[in-house]
């Protein structure tokens, strides 16, 4: 086994981060190299031959392969603790991807409610087209899970933390729920990544990621990634490299750059994280917080079994309705007004108008999004920064 590619079993998650997946061509370079090039040539046309036949191991079109995208996989695997990953163009692809290349149609989804918004509409308006059903059940709800499982249920997704309001699911507990029934449980782990948490570890057969948020971690690239057991992951590369969702060398090689940091980053936002949520609890103005590194958050305990830390995303509700939200919103100066997260730069969200805006007012109720929640995505700014803004927009109401 190559020790320069295949580092899992051997060292921590900090040294995989900056060594893992390397492999240097004729020219011995220390950082990876990117290979921007579409196509590879062959020394013969019996090469040609044997390499789109598969019997010869070895790059042919980048839509398949390219070394650069292969780096950044081996290198998101080992930090997962993944046998394998196949890099796709977005978190969405990753989703599609794993979905169209393990499931037929009249089979069937079990999926945590509060998803990621492209998530919900790809289950719920374009797969319910192919044939595909999902059925959603409250995130914190083992019980539910199980229960919505049928003979036909091929997979069972979440998202852990969920967004906005940080539910935790126990990934350890479905797991278990999964095997037993024959289902593959998917975690969706873009919120904590594997600096702060490990699914597969824990039992999950696959995680799926938008490397647009922690991975790259500084906002400059969309893409994604499934990462799990070989199997699984040849299925869904067979499907990648004939439908086209592939990662471009160039995206993968910044991933590559920003997995480095990834520990050190998630480290350092979650730590702020903390501090602002503590601080925001005791805020006048605030009539509550949703952080699963609070003791008040009622999956605490869960939260500090299964993740590092209570990770980078803070909500809270402030006193009064959608009109106090965004005044809080317009009066920040330095928090940026964008839906996006994981960031260096710190971004603030009014969920209700924005990315849940689409929900009818009951059922975004029911859900627990009320107008006055707003949603902190905590990037490297110092917490007196970014304390002393969000104090300024807090005064406003
Ligand atoms: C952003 C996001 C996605 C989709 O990723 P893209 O890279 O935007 O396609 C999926 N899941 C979660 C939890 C996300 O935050």
Redesign the pocket.
Known sequence: MDPRTNMQQDYDLDTLAVRAGTARSQFNEHSEALYLTSSFVFESAAQAAARFSGEEEGNVYSRFTNPTVTAMQQRLAALEGGEACVATS???SA?MATVMALMSAGEHIVASRGL?G??QQLFTNILSRFGIRTDFVPATDLAAYEAAIRPETRLIFV?TPS?PLTELVDIAALAQIARRRGVRLVV?N??CTPALQRPLSMGADLVVH?A??YLDGQGRI???AVVGAKPELEEIFRFLRTAGPSLSPFNAWVILKGLETLRIRMQAQSATALELARWLEGHGRVARVHYPGLPSHPQHALAMRQQASGGAIVSFEVRGGREDAWRVVDNCRLLSITAN?GDTKTTITHPASTTHGRISPEAREAAGIREGLLRVAVGLESFNDLRDDLAQGLSQI
Do not use: H, R, W
């Open positions: 977005s978190g969405m989703i990621f492209a998530t998202e967004n969706d873009c919120f938008s647009t948020k969309i893409g994604g997260l």
